[in-house]
């Protein structure tokens, strides 16, 4: 295994390509690793970025007998990827307790996206069912935190449900910044707010704009921010585990500067994204020309091996080169040559 | 009949079974997801073809290959050198020497044990050498010799705890670099602090700046190895996924050691001390010599000269640099320019450019902050005396670009 993974590991996009092409051409489409499922559209912060225009409760969310049977069954059925549970604010769904023990109890992984504020309340059923993975956003210093978030104190609540997590068992907590054109230039203040916070790492996101976040295009960072938080990123990791996430696309060559393994863009292919009404997409954007269909209307398992063809089909396409992030090459953002150069060096 | 017909026959009507199921199903146009037994046989066949396409690429490689190979070589010359240095990669080291070290001192955690310095000296905010009392954790079940060595390197840390608000020597730092790459610890971290601590000596301690360099070199190494071998530690945003149950957070990948030396023979640079914060110039007027990794080249008027923050230039006689935005820096004979003191060397002009860029920056021009980020060595200084100024007022967080800036040059 250590030669098989040796070659894997030395041309992994390489590798992922063909198997793509492979799996196209046999009629045969990988399980997934990863579902992620928007809870609730309900959320009491107000961010500018929420790539789900979070807020209110949105109509037609799927109720604790539909969750448990259209979602949680059908992915013990697809081999049991990790169950990512998102918002809004998913710890305002008043059955995610219920839903989270019967889960656990059919096996399966989960991890969870939260903006950390109701996470001290939960802390027995934490205790109980530790989720594998669990994402804290911390957007800026307290002030800046705050600011953007809209609500006084959740800088700190952001940074209790870190320590709560820690304790009750988390394998991996992950504090989540996205990289603004207002963050990008302070990040190097968030540093040691983050390495002193107990989370294990540092996940940059870059903002995306999906959601409410498209009535805020002017938050894009510039292509001198994107450089600078990309380098950034590079050096901190000589002191802390720091990732630039998927939105930022492959480095190429140098994404061993950047991250652990080589970006694979997941959607469509190892992952997928279930809407707060069932709407299954293939990533984090609430488009529902997006959708290959609802959950309501054909089981999921179904949905996963029919649906996504344009991100199976290998080969340079919109959503199948495996380089760009699918989020901003849909939004026409070059990021990737803007922070790595990838036109001119890598790629 | 005998067992063996059977077991062959066996084996060619599953492989005729699976055979006609799948045209079965390509004719029907049915998709079917991967079965947990399939998955690893299509992986295995897609590493299999990636491996014969690479193959054939270098069967392609050398046959095109030219004849003369050393021409260039040739016509290269070698500097002469000043001190010598090792600059190979340390012959000893073993994955299992690294996989003792990183479970002594976990990766990226050695600053811990300089903190606060650590965290606050690169923001200018705290001064250099007050460091605060960690030692270092203790070894499991260490033989006598790495007991030794770690006791050697906490002295290390202690000497220069206490000596580093006074100025270290350079053999003092030498030491203290000793220590830690006999207990086969490599981090960048650590190398840009003795980097830090040595800005002040003079002459410039070449011997110094050149082992800091292989350190570095060796921890990029590493780091570009792990790109063939796998990581060290396990990441968890690849897939919004967490880590699988029975994960071990550390695991030095087998190979990884084999790797390094293969990236370092290839020509591994010191990655962000090579591509960051350097200083394009030219020679205007007389000649300098450049040192870099302890060897010197000496570069007439009308070269170019690149200076990264590991580079000295020395003088013999009065010479003047030229840059596209600074104009001329004018070096006396037996100067020393580093990236420290480059602005010791600005004429007015110059000193007032990055005085007006760094007002701009602080009235919120965002390319202000690109100007600068352009001259750093030029304009670290002024960087943290501004930011000194500011202390206590309100800036509106104008001044966090100054500090990402005064990063990029210090680490």
């Known amino acids: 295994m250590g030669l098989l993974h040796r070659l894997y590991a030395r041309a992994a996009p390489e590798v992922?390509?063909?198997?793509?092409?492979?799996?196209?051409?046999?009629?045969?489409?990988?399980?997934p690793v990863a579902v992620q499922w928007i809870v609730t559209a309900a959320c009491d912060l107000h961010c500018p970025h929420c790539y789900s225009s979070a807020g209110k409760r949105a109509v037609g969310e799927l109720s604790t007998e539909e969750a448990k049977r259209l979602i949680v069954d059908e992915l013990v059925a697809l081999g049991k990827p990790t169950l990512v549970l998102a918002g809004g604010e998913l710890l305002l769904r008043k059955d995610i307790p219920e839903i989270i023990a019967y889960a656990a109890e059919q096996g399966l992984e989960w991890a969870m996206h939260t903006h950390g504020g109701h996470v001290?309340?939960?802390?027995?059923?934490?205790?109980?069912?530790?989720?594998?993975?669990?994402?804290?956003?911390?957007?800026?210093?307290?002030e800046q935190h705050d600011l953007f978030r809209g609500k006084r104190g959740s800088f700190d609540a952001a940074l209790a449900a870190i320590r709560v997590l820690k304790e009750t068992g988390c394998r991996e907590v992950v504090a989540g910044t996205t990289v603004t054109r207002l963050s990008a230039d302070r990040v190097a203040d968030l540093f040691p707010v983050v390495a002193a916070s107990g989370a294990d790492s540092w996940g940059l996101h870059l903002f995306a704009p999906e959601g409410r976040g498209a009535e805020h295009m002017a938050l894009f960072p510039s292509a001198a921010q994107l450089r600078r938080v990309a380098a950034f990123a590079r050096r901190k990791r000589a002191m802390f585990h720091v990732e630039l996430c998927n939105e930022w696309g492959s480095a190429g060559a140098d994404d061993m500067y950047y991250r652990d393994q080589p970006f694979l863009c997941g959607a469509g292919r190892i992952s997928c994204v279930i809407g707060a009404s069932g709407e299954v997409l293939p990533c984090t954007t609430t488009d529902l020309r997006e959708s290959?269909?609802?959950?309501?209307?054909?089981?999921?398992?179904?949905?996963?091996?029919?649906?996504?063809?344009?991100?199976?089909?290998?080969?340079?396409?919109?959503?199948?080169d495996g380089k760009e992030c699918w989020l901003q090459s849909r939004n026409g953002n070059a990021c990737r040559e803007q922070a790595f150069g990838c036109g001119r060096r890598v790629g | 009949m005998s067992a063996r017909p059977l077991r062959g026959l066996a084996a060619w009507m599953t492989a005729a079974w699976v055979a006609l199921t799948l045209l079965r199903r390509l004719w029907r146009g049915e998709v079917v997801v991967l079965s947990q037994y399939g998955a690893p046989v299509v992986r295995l066949l897609a590493i299999a073809l990636v491996f014969l396409a690479s193959c054939a690429e270098k069967v392609r490689a050398v046959q095109a290959e030219p004849q003369d190979q050393d021409q260039e070589t040739r016509a290269t010359p070698t500097p002469a050198p000043e001190v010598v240095v090792d600059q190979e990669f340390p012959d000893g080291l073993t994955d299992a020497d690294l996989q003792r070290a990183y479970s002594w001192i976990a990766p990226r955690t050695l600053h811990r044990y300089f903190y606060p310095e650590a965290m606050g000296e690169v923001a200018g905010s705290v001064p250099?050498?007050?460091?605060?009392?960690?030692?270092?954790?203790?070894?499991?079940?260490?033989?006598e010799e790495m007991r030794q060595r770690g006791e050697v390197l906490q002295a290390a840390i202690d000497a220069h705890r206490r000596t580093a608000h006074l100025g270290p020597t350079a053999a003092e730092l030498l030491a203290l670099l000793d220590a830690a790459e006999a207990l086969s610890v490599y981090d960048e971290w650590f190398a840009g602090h003795l980097w830090r601590h040595a800005r002040t000596l003079r002459p410039a301690p070449v011997a110094?700046?050149?082992?800091i360099e292989r350190h570095l070199r060796i921890v990029h190494a590493l780091t570009m190895a792990q790109a063939s071998t796998g990581p060290i530690e396990f990441s968890a945003w690849r897939s919004k996924a967490g880590p699988?149950?029975?994960?071990?957070?550390?695991?030095?990948?087998?190979?990884?050691?084999?790797?390094?030396?293969?990236?370092?023979?290839?020509?591994?640079?010191?990655?962000?001390?090579?591509?960051?914060a350097s200083l394009e110039l030219t020679v205007a007027r007389g000649e300098v010599v450049l040192i870099k990794r302890a060897g010197e080249t000496r570069i007439a008027?009308?070269?170019p000269l690149r200076l990264r923050r590991l580079d000295v230039v020395r003088a013999p006689a009065a010479a003047v640099l030229r840059h596209p935005t600074l104009g001329e820096l004018a070096?006396?004979?037996?100067?020393?320019?580093?990236?420290?003191?480059?602005?010791?060397?600005?004429?007015?002009?110059?000193?007032?450019?990055?005085?007006?860029?760094?007002?701009?920056?602080?009235?919120?021009?965002?390319?202000?902050?690109?100007?600068?980020?352009?001259?750093?060595?030029?304009?670290?200084?002024?960087?943290?005396?501004?930011?000194?100024?500011?202390?206590?007022?309100?800036?509106?967080?104008?001044?966090?670009?100054l500090r990402l800036l005064l990063q990029a040059f210090d680490e």
């Open chain 1, 120 to 142: 001290p309340k939960f802390r027995s059923l934490l205790a109980r069912h530790p989720p594998a993975l669990a994402a804290i956003s911390l957007d800026g210093e307290r």
């Open chain 2, 208 to 211: 110094l700046l050149a082992r």
């Open chain 2, 301 to 303: 008027a009308g070269a």
């Open chain 2, 244 to 276: 699988p149950p029975g994960w071990q957070r550390l695991r030095v990948p087998p190979g990884l050691v084999a790797a390094a030396r293969e990236a370092f023979k290839q020509g591994a640079d010191a990655g962000t001390w090579e591509s960051e």
């Open chain 1, 16 to 31: 992922w390509e063909t198997e793509t092409r492979l799996l196209h051409v046999l009629r045969l489409v990988r399980r």
């Open chain 2, 331 to 401: 070096l006396p004979a037996g100067a020393e320019l580093g990236a420290w003191n480059v602005a010791q060397f600005l004429d007015s002009a110059a000193r007032a450019w990055v005085q007006g860029r760094l007002r701009a920056v602080l009235d919120g021009e965002a390319t202000a902050v690109t100007e600068l980020e352009a001259v750093l060595p030029a304009a670290h200084e002024a960087i943290r005396a501004a930011l000194a100024d500011a202390e206590g007022r309100e800036t509106g967080g104008r001044t966090a670009a």
């Open chain 1, 292 to 320: 290959e269909g609802n959950l309501r209307d054909r089981p999921l398992r179904q949905i996963w091996a029919q649906g996504f063809t344009r991100f199976r089909r290998g080969g340079n396409g919109e959503c199948s």
């Open chain 2, 128 to 143: 250099i050498g007050d460091m605060g009392e960690h030692p270092l954790p203790a070894m499991r079940e260490p033989d």
